[in-house]
């Protein structure tokens, strides 16, 4: 293996200085800040309309239902007939026109009430009239039937269930939701990482045999040390690649704020914007505080070098196949047949780790695939928030890295032999053969 640390060398210098690689690094984060300002913008922009809704009550229920906010007035139409109503809200270019029909009976106004405008309406304005006609609607129907509005608004309970494992260690929804954020992080980066940089291993395995320059190396180093050796340093290459990718981002986020004066925060879907409603009706102090908390209650130690190591074994294992790949075609038109069977196992433990461990994190099919070597890098990683034992860990670890070993050895097989065949398209017999030599 004396030669293992000059190919890595070579390998992470020959990336770092490819023309390409430089001005991909430069202008990715570019670009993705661009983008997000330029939405940011918009849907600031789009937040700070001032909309103006004309409401014709004929039945005289919900009037006093409407009240002005920042974005959103409203305007009452009295003794006017519809067409009319539609006519003036019209010339004066208001949003739209919201219309009850003349009624007393709350159950006919359910499926009688109807908006009109010149476009089809944002579903943000449209859910938040709904919550409104329906909660001003259901206290009519509740007085009109001799209910005490106050005793019921006084009779609420609200229930908070606090929540304990049989240890005594206390936990909270809020520390569930940062436990699934930190997990599904986790595993859509290694997701990401490993299709990335997986590729780019392939690619180069591939250039370097199209451009016969692998027959004058391999004269001199084992096939095993070269295929590490690009493994690694395209691996340190790709870290040095994401690291300026955070810098620079967090500097042009940073620059973008300061300079335009735009909140990058401001990107919010209608959705967004219905539970921000909600959640603005709580005590959103006392959710921050609970929040800090159970980020502060995580293992971190534990979680950080769990992460380090299940992302330095999974991408190891994966790439190990990029690059016997890469050795067996020519083209990457030809990689297509043998890339897809393995994604397969990332894009099943993706899906396990959010419909799965989110949902029930220590039941048999979360356990099982998070020591399947090429679904745990991913699945364990979003299972350690919620509580693996380090026994656990070690085991699903020890399995993952004995794959990477076996990989690795098969994998040199194939990339042997492939890395010197050229013009034969190769199928999954003739890789099986030179397993075999």
Known sequence: MNHLSLIIKREYLTKVRNKAFIVMTILS?????????VVAYLSQV???????????????????????????????????????????????????????????????????IKFYSEESPSLSVISDLEDKLEKSLTDVKLVQEGVDLDKIASSKINVDIFQE????????????????????????LLFMFIIIYGNMIMRSVIEEKTSRVIEVIISSVKPI??????????SLAGITQFIIWIILGGVLMFLVSIIFGIDLTHMQTPQQEIVQQTMEGQAMSENTQAVITAFLNLPMGNLILAFVLFFIGGYLLYSSMYAAIGAAVDNETDTQQFVLPLLMPLILAVYIGFFTVIEDPHGTVSTVFSFLPFTSPVVMLMRIPFGVSIWEQLLSLLILLGTFLFTVWFAAKIYRVGILMYGKKPTYKELIKWIKY
């Open 225 to 234: 040390q070269l295929m590490l050796g690009k493994i690694i340093g395209t």
């Open 46 to 112: 789009n937040s700070e309309k001032v909309r103006t809704i004309a409401v014709l009550d004929e039945s005289g229920l919900v009037k006093d239902a409407f009240v002005d906010t920042e974005t959103t007035k409203y305007k009452i139409l009295d003794r006017i007939e519809l067409e009319a109503a539609k006519v003036l809200v019209r010339a004066e270019e208001d949003y739209g026109l919201l219309y009850i029909e003349k009624s007393l009976d709350v159950n006919y106004l359910e499926d009688h």
């Open 29 to 37: 984060p570019v670009i993705l800040i661009t983008l997000i300002a």
């Open 165 to 188: 494992n049989y240890a005594g260690e206390t936990t909270s929804k809020e520390e569930s939701i940062i436990k699934l954020v930190f997990g599904g992080a986790a595993g859509y």
